[in-house]
Nanobody, 120 residues
């Protein structure tokens, strides 16, 4: 029943900005980790940024310094502010969430993705 729903994608020119939002539903638990991954055509899915409940952030090297993640744990939402976009950022951006079931066991959930396209 867990669902992650993304919004905010679209077409922007290089140098522009977008703000992606994700809302999780279907569970009363706060996800231990929420964040964003992306996948460009022909490439593997890669981490963009994710945040733990204690606000620790893990991000991919390609977006450090340009993207900002934020979350509301109580509401199970996570946003991604994308600034200074370049065409290489074009990808489907997926919301991701992890719920810890045991000390070394997590359940992984994915949204359906939202398209971000950056033009010159």
């Amino acid at each position: 029943q867990v669902q992650l729903v993304e919004s905010g994608g679209g077409l922007v020119q290089a140098g522009g900005s977008l703000r992606l939002s994700c809302t999780a539903s279907g569970t009363s638990f706060t996800f231990n980790i929420m964040g964003w991954y992306r996948q460009a055509p022909g490439k593997e899915r890669e981490l963009v940024a994710e945040m733990t409940t204690d606000k620790s952030i893990y991000s991919g090297d390609s977006v450090k310094g340009r993207f900002t993640i934020s979350r509301d744990g109580a509401a199970n939402t996570v946003d991604l502010q994308l600034n200074n976009l370049v065409p290489e950022d074009t990808a489907i951006y997926y919301c991701a969430a992890k719920l810890r079931r045991a000390a070394t066991r997590h359940s992984q959930y994915w949204g359906q993705g939202t398209q971000v396209t950056v033009s010159l």
